[in-house]
């Protein structure tokens, strides 16, 4: 199983779309957990017309993304933390690709995306490294090598590592 944690701060222009591409996944066995950190729009609204027994949500304060993701995961139930971005929208076989590859051997794995407008016009892809090394080398080079919201890990890797 897998908790998704969807931090959302003012997102009533995406989430909706956000949302629906996770419950279509073709992969079933998750909670999406959403947390709205603090948002004056009408995400929270939205939100609640949701009628899906995955989605736990929670609203607090507004602190931040870091801080509303730390929460997310304290309230997850699974091993594995999916990540998703209330302004993204996610392949329906995203978690069944990112499963095998966490199989591995590894303990985070991310994914390239497509770059859309506003009006949803795609208008590039991005070209994230794949190999240990270009990762590394990307690091080095003060560069973030992951796409934030594509990626999905070992919750205890990530509490080992201090967050």
């Known amino acids: 199983m897998i908790s998704i944690i969807l931090p959302v701060y003012n997102g009533e222009k995406y989430i909706y779309n956000s949302v629906k591409s ?15 950190d603090g948002s004056n729009d009408e ?18 304060q507004n602190s931040g ?3 509303s993701l730390n929460y997310g995961i304290s309230k ?10 209330s302004d993204d929208e996610m392949d329906p076989n995203r978690f069944i690709y990112q499963l095998k590859k966490l199989k591995e051997r590894v303990v ?3 994914s390239n995306g497509f770059l859309i407008t ?9 070209n ?11 690091i080095l080079n003060l560069k973030n090598p992951i796409i934030h919201p594509s990626v999905i890990f070992f919750k205890k890797s990530f509490i080992k590592s201090g967050k």
Request: proline share 3%.
């Open 22 to 36: 996770v419950l279509a996944s073709n992969y079933n066995n998750y909670e999406l957990i959403i947390i709205n």
């Open 43 to 60: 995400t929270e609204n939205i939100i609640l017309k949701f009628k899906d027994p995955r989605i736990k949500y929670y609203s607090k």
């Open 65 to 67: 993304i870091a801080d």
């Open 76 to 85: 997850s139930r699974h091993e594995i933390i999916g990540r998703m971005d």
């Open 108 to 110: 985070l794995v991310g």
């Open 118 to 126: 506003e009006e949803n016009k795609l208008f590039g892809k991005t």
């Open 128 to 138: 994230m490294p794949i190999l240990n090394y270009e990762i590394k080398q990307k």
